[in-house]
């Protein structure tokens, strides 16, 4: 069981935006933690995606944002495409946990 | 370009240890720190520890506290993490990430060492 609770799955045509969440608690997001998102492509590790909050990497489309507030943060993905198609991880650092923790992950699917 | 690279693939007992290394390049050993990531199959990933070079010191998750052993070369630009006591359940894929001082996020990652627990 994740400490960042994400939805499972989340899906849209191309061209759609769509949005996953992720929501901690009052040891890590809601204790001004920063939050970090990650792609994962099928059969690859996880890369980079957005840091602190709502930073992207050079190289990262602005398709992709991020942003946060009180206990959850959000991962937003506009004009879907094709290439989209992965699982997204939320992470942050927990201070009862002492260490970083993550999201259990969110399958975007594009119709 | 800061590039980690890991070893290979691992066949392993119940009981027994795996030891997974991860070289770094393209960045000065002095100015980051190295994160154990695992996921198993399905599973989201799992941070187990990480370490600061420069220092010497490695800050382990509770919950691996008692068998994993996380080490770095700085000679070598090297970091090594071991695992002991292994089971069924501890199989998965395997990454290093670099950290940096005062921040927590990840990037790079390593390509990932799978291990297979199996008798």
């Known amino acids: 069981q994740s400490v960042l609770t994400q939805p499972p799955s989340v899906s849209g045509a191309p061209g759609q935006r769509v949005t996953i969440s992720c929501t901690g608690s009052s040891s890590n997001i809601g204790a001004d933690y920063d939050v970090h998102w990650y792609q994962q492509l099928p059969g690859t590790g996880p890369k980079l995606l957005i840091y602190?909050?709502?930073n992207r990497p050079s190289g990262v489309p602005d398709r992709f944002s991020g942003s946060k507030s009180g206990t959850s943060a959000s991962l937003a993905i506009s004009g879907l495409q094709a290439e989209d198609e992965a699982d997204y991880y939320c992470q942050s650092y927990d201070s009862n946990l002492r260490g970083y923790v993550f999201g259990i992950g969110t399958k975007v699917t594009v119709l | 370009q800061v590039q980690l690279v890991q070893s290979g693939a691992e066949v392993k007992k119940p009981g027994s240890s795996v030891k997974v290394s991860c070289k770094a390049s393209g960045v000065t050993f002095n100015s980051l720190t190295i994160s154990w990531v695992r996921q198993a199959p399905g599973q989201g990933p799992e941070w187990m520890g990480e370490?600061?070079?420069?220092?010497?010191?490695?800050n382990c998750a509770q919950k691996f506290q008692d068998r994993v052993t996380i080490t770095a070369d700085e000679s070598t630009r090297t970091a090594y993490m071991e695992l002991s006591s292994l089971k069924y359940e501890d199989t998965a894929v395997y990454y290093c990430a670099r950290g940096r001082l005062a921040v927590n996020w990840l990037d790079p990652w390593g390509q990932g060492t799978l291990v297979t627990v199996s008798s």
């Open positions: 370490i600061i070079p420069v220092s010497e010191t490695a």
């Open positions: 602190a909050n709502r």
